[in-house]
């Protein structure tokens, strides 16, 4: 089976490529707002716990299933242990379904700005003139859904190809570029007059704004951010060699989505404070404040198109491995071909993703509980539907199958592991109970 579906083919290989699955808009598009949002620093210290409790553990518990279970979440499931656990995989197939229905209407936000970017955007001049221009543009019934329409495009003609080679030669060059462009925005960034109010906003706690819901989003954007609970990550396990370290792997992944998190803190939030933005201004912050902040910098229509580009190229490998989580199970439990597979599951997230556009313009007036489309389409795969599987996925590892994830001879873990134990109590005890605890808390 193993040879079939080809694997990475070098361990680093794999190790970018889960980290291209991870990094994503939710580090540099999402993760700012949030905490803009959330009270700033506090919310920051829970999300660090939540990653490297939870979000590791189940981390490692994805792999493992995957590289087992040599198969989609679904086939995954079925193989391992079957039963009513199969629908933990269909679950995570929804949940694929229901993000890159949104995800993709904002990787589409990204193609659109690396063509502003290129053709003058910046010579509106100032920050409050470019915040504008975002909320237009957004707005607009047309022109969002086109970008948004190319981004599943793009999309679905690298996943149609499969997994392993274009993917893995692209994450190898392009996330280390990206990389090396955050570092030096963050300095710009940070040397603006008036910056230090955004550092000491996203490094001094105030403990006084701890509530329910920001510890939900908190524990929410956990899961998002490393792709844990949909079964992206069961479904790249089941491409690892066995030669892999997994939960080295893990760590490594875990360590490295967090850096990007923190680096795009870094970048954007002391420019909202040095333009005098609003932190809690919602999912338009970073588009609004990265052009404000090439306004301020030499050669800036230049860097913001390369950063625009690159941040698609990163929410790129972010979407395909939520498309690849649809189509390898239309592929392996319903037998259709891939290209066909491609097409027909990314027609229909395209018109999912097409009220959630609206509903950032025309569409505004029609909401549910008070949330919009798009809103309440993040609010349930987020906040919901990934914790809920990291439930379902550690109580499988820690309680049903866990000496056969340990088994090292069949693709498992393998006894150099000295955290075994914690871990298993973690997945047995800690996740669920957690998890449970700040969902019900929540409601
Ligand atoms: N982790 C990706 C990001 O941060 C989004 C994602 C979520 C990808 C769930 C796969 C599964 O952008």
């Excluded at 949104?102 to 990787?107: D, E, I, N, Q, R």
């Excluded at 340990?406 to 998890?435: H, K, L, Q, S, T």
């Amino acid at each position: 089976m193993a040879e079939s579906r080809g694997q990475f083919s070098t361990r680093t290989g794999f190790i970018l490529a889960a980290a291209g699955s991870a990094v994503g808009l939710g580090n540099i598009w999402k993760f700012p707002y949030l905490v803009g949002e959330n009270g700033g620093a506090v919310f920051l210290i829970i999300y660090l716990g939540f990653i490297f409790t939870i979000g590791l553990s189940v981390m490692l518990a994805e792999f493992a299933i995957g590289r087992i279970g040599e198969r989609n979440p679904v086939g995954a499931f079925a193989h391992l242990k079957g039963g009513p656990w199969t629908a933990v995989g269909y679950m995570g197939v929804f949940t694929g379904f229901v993000i890159l229905s949104f995800y993709s209407v904002v990787g589409g936000w990204t193609i659109a700005y690396a063509f502003k970017m290129a053709s003058g955007l910046l010579s509106l001049g100032d920050p409050k003139a470019l915040g504008d221009a975002f909320g237009a543009f957004i707005g607009d019934p047309v022109e969002p859904i086109f970008y948004h329409a190319l981004f599943m495009i793009l999309t679905g003609a690298v996943v149609a190809r499969g997994i392993g080679t274009g993917i893995e030669r692209a994450c190898n060059i392009l996330m280390p570029v990206l990389f090396v462009l955050l570092v030096v925005l963050c300095v710009r960034s940070i040397t603006l007059p008036g910056a230090a109010a955004g550092i000491a906003f996203f490094l001094q706690p105030d403990f006084s704004k701890i509530n329910p819901a920001m510890v939900i989003a908190a524990l929410g954007h956990a899961f998002f951010s490393l792709s844990l609970g949909m079964g992206a990550m069961i479904t790249y396990g089941s491409y690892i060699s066995r030669q892999t370290n997994l939960p080295r792997a893990a760590l490594w992944v875990t360590s490295l989505d967090t850096l990007i998190a923190v680096l795009a803190g870094f970048l954007i939030l002391p420019a909202v404070f040095a333009f005098g933005f609003d932190p809690g201004a919602g999912p338009g912050l970073t588009f609004i404040t990265l052009p404000a902040v090439f306004s301020k910098m030499p050669l800036g229509a230049f860097f913001g198109t390369l950063f625009f580009v690159l941040l698609g190229v990163a929410a790129l490998t972010s979407a395909m491995s939520l498309l690849e989580v649809v189509v390898s199970f239309l592929v392996d439990e319903k037998g259709l071909q891939r290209r066909k597979a491609v097409l027909a599951a990314g027609t229909a997230i395209f018109l999912l993703g097409v009220p959630s556009s609206l509903s950032l313009g025309v569409w505004s007036g029609f909401t549910i509980a008070g949330k919009g489309f798009f809103d309440v389409a993040d609010y349930l795969a987020s906040n919901i539907l990934l914790p809920t599987g990291g439930i379902f996925i550690s109580i499988f590892v820690g309680w049903v199958v866990f000496p056969k994830i340990m088994d090292g001879d069949n693709g498992g873990i393998g006894d150099e592991f000295r955290w075994a134990g914690v871990w298993r109590i973690i997945c047995r005890y800690v996740a669920p109970a957690a998890i449970a605890w700040v969902l019900v808390s929540g409601l």
